[in-house]
């Protein structure tokens, strides 16, 4: 499983757009990124998982170069709401296992 | 709705005294997770289930173990709990292998260890 490094914490405003950046330099070849997210006292749940260029769902977008050592999870006009701590996960379709790393804090202010 | 469904949501026990988070899934996933997540931490995973098989995380203390009786049912005892064991535990679900975005996660249980 890649290691994956992202920022410990970020603010925002409401209506802004949100970029996470995840860096993850010793991606494998099989290897997909996913993103979680998880409010206070709640599991986390699944955003958005691409493998190459860009993938776009009805909540996030995520952005991932050639080489495939970052992406960016963009999170379009950001509220209050969207306040959570989001993972980035590189990982392989060969293991059962699901391991966060330390996450990003997002706060949204008014 | 097909889910994960944890009990309870709070659970307070005693320094020492055995107690038991359950957790159970309509999902029929063959994969079963705990999680350990302490304030302000990002979930551990302690051990899952593959079907019957049991797969313990290398750092997992042996004071936790897990059972479980069937698919639905998953559950965490943790055999003495000490005060560093409080923390949110929990449960998920996967089919398996091929899709890291197929993990469902159940609200989890808040333990309390007094």
């Known amino acids: 499983l890649a290691k994956t490094t992202q920022p410990i914490s970020m603010d925002s405003y409401e209506g802004q757009e949100v970029n996470i950046t995840c860096s993850h330099n010793?991606?494998?070849?099989?290897?997909?990124i996913t993103w979680y997210q998880q409010f206070p006292s709640q599991g986390p749940r699944f955003i958005i998982q691409?493998?190459?260029t860009k993938v776009t769902n009805e909540v996030a977008s995520l952005f991932i170069p050639a080489d495939r050592k970052s992406s960016t999870l963009s999170l379009p006009r950001v509220s209050l709401s969207d306040t959570a701590v989001y993972y980035c996960l590189a990982g392989s379709y060969n293991t059962d296992k699901l391991i966060f790393g330390t996450g990003t804090r997002l706060q949204v202010f008014p | 709705d097909a889910m994960v469904i944890q009990n309870p949501r709070y659970q307070v026990t005693q320094f020492g005294k055995p107690v038991t988070l359950s957790c159970s899934q309509t999902?029929?996933?063959?994969?079963m997770y705990w999680y350990q997540q302490k304030s302000s931490q990002a979930p551990k995973l302690l051990f899952h289930y593959y079907d019957k098989d049991f797969n313990n995380e290398a750092d997992t203390p042996d004071n936790f173990q897990s059972r479980r009786p069937n698919t639905s049912f998953c559950f965490l005892d943790i055999r003495s709990p000490g005060l560093g064991d409080a923390a949110m535990y929990l449960c998920a679900t996967s089919r398996g292998g091929q899709d890291k975005g197929g993990y469902t996660f159940g609200s989890g249980t808040r333990l309390t260890v007094v």
């Open positions: 999902l029929n996933h063959n994969v």
């Open positions: 691409g493998y190459k």
């Open positions: 010793n991606i494998a070849t099989n290897d997909y």
